[in-house]
T-cell receptor
Framework: NAGVTQTPKFRILKIGQSMTLQCAQD?????MYWYRQDPGMGLKLIYY???????DKGEVPNGYNVSRSTTEDFPLRLELAAPSQTSVYFC????????????FGDGTRLSIL | GENVEQHPSTLSVQEGDSAVIKCTYSDSASNYFPWYKQELGKGPQLIIDIRSNVGEKKDQRIAVTLNKTAKHFSLHITETQPEDSAVYFCAASIGSNYQLIWGAGTKLIIKP
């Protein structure tokens, strides 16, 4: 059982470039989340989705976009990369119901130079 | 805005001793409080959680306590082992879509 899979694991971008961070889960979870983790800080929510076709902004959405065309996939798009977006990005998913925990992928480490 | 404060940022304990990490939250509507462990290069993994209708929960060497009146909750690890070395995060639920707001993390170091 793969759980939550994130690709790529590492990436270096130049300022102004764009890229898509991929996230896929095979647990048939409705809820999916994108977080960023900066050194010495907790996780900050970027975007989340409660099901296919539905997305909403989190705490720090500026500079990012998401889509949710299927239950399994929740890609995160950076359109014009900026140095402030250097971070580790985590995707998580959870099932329906109040007792379900969030399950995390192993992250994408992104550097913008 | 709502926040979660976590202390200490670093905790060093002798192997076999106990470790305690504390968190306070601001949203009185929070009702779910998970604790996650993050090892180097990995994503956070749930180790224990507690709901607001429970004051304490235990799972082998790990326990969590919740004081809703004071809006704080704590993680207790007894008989610490080298494999307990990691970064630990607390979180509190906010909103209506199972969102979480996270503490800044505690780096736990177990000294042999």
């Amino acid at each position: 059982n793969a759980g939550v899979t994130q690709t790529p694991k590492f990436r270096i971008l130049k300022i102004g470039q764009s890229m898509t961070l991929q996230c896929a889960q095979d647990m048939n979870h409705n809820y999916m989340y994108w977080y960023r983790q900066d050194p010495g800080m907790g996780l900050k929510l970027i975007y989340y989705s409660v099901g296919a076709g539905i997305t909403d902004k989190g705490e720090v959405p500026n500079g990012y976009n998401v889509s949710r065309s299927t239950t399994e996939d929740f890609p995160l798009r950076l359109e014009l990369a900026a140095p402030s977006q250097t971070s580790v990005y985590f995707c998580a998913s959870r099932g329906q119901g109040s007792n379900q925990p969030q399950h995390f992928g192993d992250g994408t480490r992104l550097s913008i130079l | 805005g709502e926040n979660v404060e976590q202390h200490p940022s670093t905790l060093s304990v002798q192997e076999g001793d106990s470790a305690v990490i504390k968190c306070t939250y601001s949203d009185s509507a929070s009702n779910y409080f998970p604790w996650y462990k993050q090892e180097l290069g990995k994503g956070p993994q749930l180790i224990i959680d507690i709901r607001s209708n429970v004051g304490e929960k235990k799972d082998q060497r790990i326990a969590v306590t919740l004081n809703k009146t004071a809006k704080h909750f704590s993680l207790h690890i007894t008989e610490t082992q080298p494999e307990d070395s990691a970064v630990y995060f607390c979180a509190a639920s906010i909103g209506s879509n199972y969102q979480l707001i996270w503490g800044a993390g505690t780096k736990l170091i177990i000294k042999p």
